[in-house]
Antibody, heavy 121, light 107 residues
């Protein structure tokens, strides 16, 4: 199970930290991602954090690089998304997603229910 | 960035029909292609990975094929619960990218 929290209404330029609590699987084995969906729009990948075996390295979409930071705490089975300098275009439902490697690549195989972030004055 | 183009963007079909959705990548992605189903107000659900492998508990009426740049998702014997929006996604190269979605509606 993946349960996101932390979504809220925030003013443009503000900050917010999202959390994703994982249970029912070995969290530390997996890569973890954030994916967002603006109202009425499609899915947009936000970023990824790899597992300990891959040094917890991160990747980001260009639209959030330098403003958003992904981290994880394997001891607490938790994933985080620190969002700074929020813009109105960051308004979206944010999903955490688990990635597994069955075929050489890391594909999403399980998603949380999402948390809504609204950046508006 | 790799662009993922889905067609059609919307599709009407009846229960029991067979439908096919296509996804084209702007450059070759081998078989690093996944499909997702999303119902209104719900999180996406993973259906297929590696272009043709079904995720666990996904019904066998769903199938995927393709490699390189051209891929298809086929749903046979459509059921009422299959009416949803479907997305393809490549995971060969960063940034990971999704297609624009195909909305499957009841005729």
């Amino acid at each position: 199970q993946l349960v996101e929290s932390g979504g809220d209404l925030v003013q443009p330029g503000g900050s917010l930290r999202l959390s994703c609590a994982a249970s029912g699987f070995t969290f530390s084995d997996h890569y973890m991602d954030w994916v967002r969906q603006a109202p009425g729009k499609g899915l947009e990948w936000v970023g990824r954090i790899r597992n300990k075996a891959n040094s917890y390295t991160t990747e980001y979409a260009a639209s959030v690089r330098g403003r958003f930071t992904i981290s994880r705490d394997d001891s607490r089975n938790s994933l985080f998304l620190q969002m700074n300098s929020l813009r109105t275009e960051d308004t979206a439902v944010y999903y955490c997603a688990r990635a597994s490697s069955y075929s050489g690549g890391w594909d999403f195989d399980f998603w949380g229910q999402g948390t809504l972030v609204t950046a508006s004055s | 960035d790799i662009q993922m183009t889905q067609s059609p963007s919307s599709l009407s079909a009846s229960v029991g029909d067979r439908v096919t959705i296509t996804c084209r990548a702007s450059q070759g992605i081998n078989t690093y292609l996944a499909w997702f189903q999303q119902k209104p107000g719900k999180a996406p659900k993973s259906l297929i990975y590696a272009a043709s492998s079904l995720q666990s508990v996904v019904p066998s009426r769903f199938s995927g094929s393709g490699s390189g740049t051209d891929f298809t998702l086929t749903i046979s014997n459509l059921q009422p619960e299959d009416f949803a929006t479907y997305y393809c996604q490549q995971y060969k190269t960063y940034p990971l990218t999704f297609g624009g979605g195909t909305k499957l509606e009841i005729k």
